[in-house]
């Protein structure tokens, strides 16, 4: 995070040297932008509010480390898709899901979902995409997620 | 503030939710309350990314020459240009909802949308702080697999999308033109 202080800083700073006309012209353009998104922004920030509060972690444990492989593995694939939640803690959580016998394929469709299907980022996506796009997107990368649980299930032995 | 006329149910959901959460703190309802705190809390991690993203996309459109982007990452750019995605996408903070600014940005220096695509996808797959993270609670088997899997398969659906939609002259919403194609051009 400090890296993105600095490095946005430094840049700015250069940009101020090189020409401040240029540069004011840049922070319109990113204040022009940023309020453009903000509405969209709003609707994802509630959006993951209440899906947060719907599906919280001990929930995602009991459902993730089950016995039945592929009630499991659907389950990942379903809760990756609609949950958002930072890597810096999805990771740890899957980290305890990896100690509670779940299964490395399970793990992988739901990591694999959550940082690439997005149901809560899906009105910001719509708005830079266009709806049919974001959908095929989304659509897409579900599939990705399918096939690389598979692959996981198949390269850890899990599959027979 | 024309932003919120064009938007009705942007007032409609924040109206209702913020009702809600008010409401829930006034009466003590729990859940009310834990969402309230939800929000907060992403809102707060949203405000400490999200205005270096925007400053940095606009010193992006400003300074970086559309050519240069078109040459390496639009329509007569070689297959290189999906692995020029792919770093870019290595490099990147946080989810899809700062990736998808950066996105449109190149998009609009007329990047190509495959690219535009993959580098959406792939910045979901594998950003290099992510990466580490997830290696060392996972293993590197597990990441490399995951990586080997999933970063070709990105690509080549990103590709056929794009060719899908491209052959029919899909356009990505215009969300802002640039400054420089704007009506206050400078200088």
């Known amino acids: 995070m400090l890296i993105l202080y600095v490095l946005t800083a430094l840049l700015l700073g250069f940009s101020l040297l090189a020409n401040p006309r240029k540069t004011k012209h840049a922070l319109r353009v990113a204040l022009r932008r940023f309020m453009k998104i903000t509405p969209a922004f709003v609707v994802m920030l509630v959006l993951v509010a209440v899906i947060l509060y719907l599906l919280p972690e001990h929930l995602m444990v009991r459902v993730l480390a089950r016995e039945s492989r592929w009630v499991a593995v659907a389950s990942a694939l379903g809760l990756g898709s609609v949950s958002i939640i930072p890597g810096f803690i999805a990771f740890p959580l899957c980290g305890i899901l990896l100690d509670r016998g779940a299964q490395y394929m399970v793990l992988s469709a739901f990591s694999t979902t959550l940082m690439m299907v997005g149901v809560a980022t899906f009105p910001l996506e719509k708005t830079y995409l266009g709806t049919t796009l974001a959908l095929w997107r989304n659509g897409a990368s579900f599939a990705i997620a399918v096939a690389v649980a598979i692959a996981t299930g198949l390269f850890f032995g899990e599959l027979w | ?187």
């Open chain 2, 1 to 187: 503030m024309k932003m919120l006329k064009q938007n009705p149910m942007v007032i409609g959901v924040g109206a209702v939710f913020s009702a809600f959460v008010l409401v829930s703190l006034l009466t003590g309802f729990e859940p009310g309350k834990a969402i309230g705190w939800n929000f907060l809390s992403f809102f707060t991690q949203m405000l400490k990314v999200l205005p270096c993203v925007f400053i940095l996309i606009g010193l992006f459109d400003v300074w970086v020459k559309t050519e240069t982007v078109e040459k390496h990452l639009g329509h007569d750019s070689g297959p290189l240009s999906y692995l020029w995605a792919v770093l870019l996408a290595g490099t990147t903070v946080g989810g899809l909802h700062v990736a998808l600014p950066i996105a449109h940005a190149l998009y609009t220096k007329r990047a190509k949308l495959g690219v535009v695509l993959a580098f959406l996808s792939a910045a979901g797959v594998c950003r290099v702080p992510m990466a580490l993270f997830e290696a060392s609670f996972l293993g590197w088997r597990f990441t490399c697999i995951r990586f080997a899997i999933s970063l070709p398969l990105v690509i080549l659906t990103s590709a056929g999308l794009a060719y899908y939609f491209e052959q029919r002259g899909y356009r990505l919403p215009d969300i802002e033109a640039t400054g420089q194609r704007g009506r206050k051009n400078e200088s």
